[in-house]
């Protein structure tokens, strides 16, 4: 048996009609860019996400660049966020010329610690970029506590976690802006790149619709530096077929990960993911934590489980970051972990008989690599 690690194959399947007639109106419109379909696509993001107004974009990267641009941070200014994520989060404060300060993850959500903020600002700190790793919540509820009481903008990075929620709020409605991906493999994903950006301020939405066009709320009327960072037509109306769809899908993958827990659940070797009280995680990843990790990767791919490592170098330890100087062993939690994760095959169509067989599959591994099960 094969089992990949996402079969985007499978939702076409169910939906491919309706995404087909969609993308031929859009074909026949002529009308490609920033059309009705951004805008009714913004609206019905914006009000799923508990938010009053949506930017779409071209990525989830750009949501995150003119998030920092409209909050007015660059040159000189901090902002403290994870190096447990992707690059796309540090790459928008540096394409600002602001500077990343990073703060160690909680060990069992892998998520920004908390706690740990606010030993870390400086009179330079301006904004928190919390990441909503893997679909899981951060703690909202003390991150902006603790940015209330600095004056910090806090902006969430939900590119791995549309529809996830914090004692009953949606992620993305807590802080300034919520930054999203569409990428093809995220919980919603189009069929290209895409990104959207949700806030409550008009001030701000305006202020990412020019960014995002030039740096121009009128045509050839430009006030600042912008961007050319339009989500197409088709995108966008690939999205609005597809966003009525992600609270079963969501749901659906909530269903796979408890069968894995239930699965992995004499195998005390193996850490399967935590849920915190009073948080909805969506599961854009189901990760786990094992010793021998690269040994047990290498041997799941032969045994054909497309099991994946997000993310093998943490970001403090990467070239692009040698200028911060953050020496090997400053965040200790995140660096072992780096080492120990490894996500299976995660999206809503896999089956009762996939996940057995990866279970199996991984157990044997583990033991392959003479790790006691």
Not at 37 to 63: I, R
Not at 232 to 254: C, G, M, S
Not at 337 to 357: A, D, H, I
Request: glycine share 6%; charged share 25%.
């Amino acid at each position: 048996m094969r089992v990949p690690i996402l079969d985007t194959k499978r939702q076409y399947a169910a939906i491919g009609k309706e995404v087909e007639e969609k993308v031929v109106e859009v074909m026949r419109s002529g009308a490609y860019i920033l059309g009705q379909n951004n805008k009714a696509l913004e609206e019905d993001f914006a009000k799923y996400c508990d938010c009053k107004y949506g930017v779409a974009l071209n990525s989830g990267t750009d949501a995150l660049h003119l998030a920092l641009r409209a909050l007015d941070i660059g040159k000189g200014d901090e902002v403290i966020t994870v190096a447990f994520t992707f690059v796309a989060t540090t790459e928008a404060i540096g394409i600002v010329g602001a500077k990343p300060v990073f703060v160690d993850i909680d060990a069992d959500t892998f998520n920004i610690d908390a706690s740990q903020i606010e030993k870390l600002i400086t009179p330079k700190t301006k904004a928190i970029i919390p990441v909503h790793l893997y679909g899981q919540p951060c703690d909202m509820e003390t991150i902006m506590d603790i940015a209330k009481r600095h004056n910090l903008y806090v902006i969430e990075d939900c590119c791995q976690a549309v529809g996830s929620t914090f004692k009953g709020q949606k992620v993305g409605s807590f802080g300034d802006i919520g930054c999203y991906s569409f990428y093809p493999t995220k919980n919603l994903g189009t069929m290209g790149d895409g990104g959207m950006a949700v806030t409550n301020s008009e001030y701000l939405k305006n202020r990412m619709v020019a960014l995002r066009n030039h740096g121009g709320a009128v045509r050839y009327y430009h006030d600042e530096i912008g961007v050319n960072s339009r989500l197409d037509e088709i995108q966008a109306a690939i999205l609005r077929v597809k966003l009525p769809y992600i609270d079963k899908w969501n749901k659906q993958r909530r269903e796979n990960a408890y069968r894995y827990n239930e699965l992995f659940a004499k195998y005390p070797e193996i850490e399967t993911p935590k849920e915190l009280e009073n948080t909805y995680c969506v599961y854009h990843q189901y990760t786990i934590k094992i010793e021998n990790r690269d040994e047990v990767h290498k041997l799941l791919q032969e045994n054909g489980v497309g099991a994946m490592i997000y993310y093998p170098v943490p970001l403090h330890l990467q070239k692009v970051h040698d200028y911060l100087n953050v020496k090997e062993g400053s965040l200790p939690v995140t660096e072992k972990n780096t080492k120990l994760v490894l996500s299976l095959p995660m999206f809503p169509e896999l089956t009762k008989e996939e996940q057995e067989y990866v279970v199996e599959t991984v157990v044997k591994c583990l033991k392959q690599t003479k790790v006691a099960v």
